[in-house]
């Protein structure tokens, strides 16, 4: 959502029309190879978005990465870290506390599959993963840790959640999560000969944890509005931001030349 407010401010300044398309990871890849939906910021790589990659790897274009040193697992509050719970294994000791539960997000999510094979390979029996969606998921560990009462929930770096409450990742060392990952930005094939411009700006487009986690806190956290919290943080980057369109502009130059 940071991601896709911010280039979607930029193109339109830069003279585009857009239209945000709010998708589950599956439709999303469908689209892209389909041709029914143009760009995604929100492609995880190497490891939560692979099975995506392996079926829809050659009917899409790989752009480039946006965002660096990111991470997906399963995180709890650190007053239940500190309690003792500081591996995924260590989770079959306390079902009773955590009610038999895992709190996710939306099915489908590479960081919900992910739980699915942590469940199964750290032999968490008594526990079932309840999907519904991010808000869901965020409310849910908002109530709980109000509470002090214990919840395990599946969270992804960067995240607002780590600057609103204190929260530790649980140990993997199956690797059922994977490694440090990268975003990258994804198009449909032929964009870039439809939309040089456009394509350039996509293309130049890049941010650190800081810079998103920043648009994510005054969404989720403060309550701002998605386009005003995306608009503050180009107003704050302007320099960068003016370098994206321009390159833009001269790539749209250069392809009527």
Known sequence: MASTNVLTLILEEAGYKVEMVPVDAGPLYQGLSQGTLDFTTS???????????DKYGDKIDRVGVNLEDCKIGMAVPKYV????????ADLREHVSEFD?????IEPGAGVVMATER?????????????TSSSAGMLAELKSAYGKGEWIAVTLWSPHWAFSEWEMEYLEDPEECYGGVEVVETITRKGFADEHPGAYAIIKAFNWTQEDCQSVMRDIFAEGMDEREAAQKWIDANRERVDEWIAAGKAAEANSTA
Do not use: F
């Open 43 to 53: 492609a995880w790589l190497p490891i939560t978005h692979a099975s995506y990659i």
């Open 81 to 88: 870290y500190d309690a003792g719970v500081q591996s995924i």
């Open 100 to 104: 038999g539960r895992i709190v996710g």
């Open 118 to 130: 942590a469940i199964e390979e750290y032999g968490l029996d008594g526990y079932t993963l309840q």
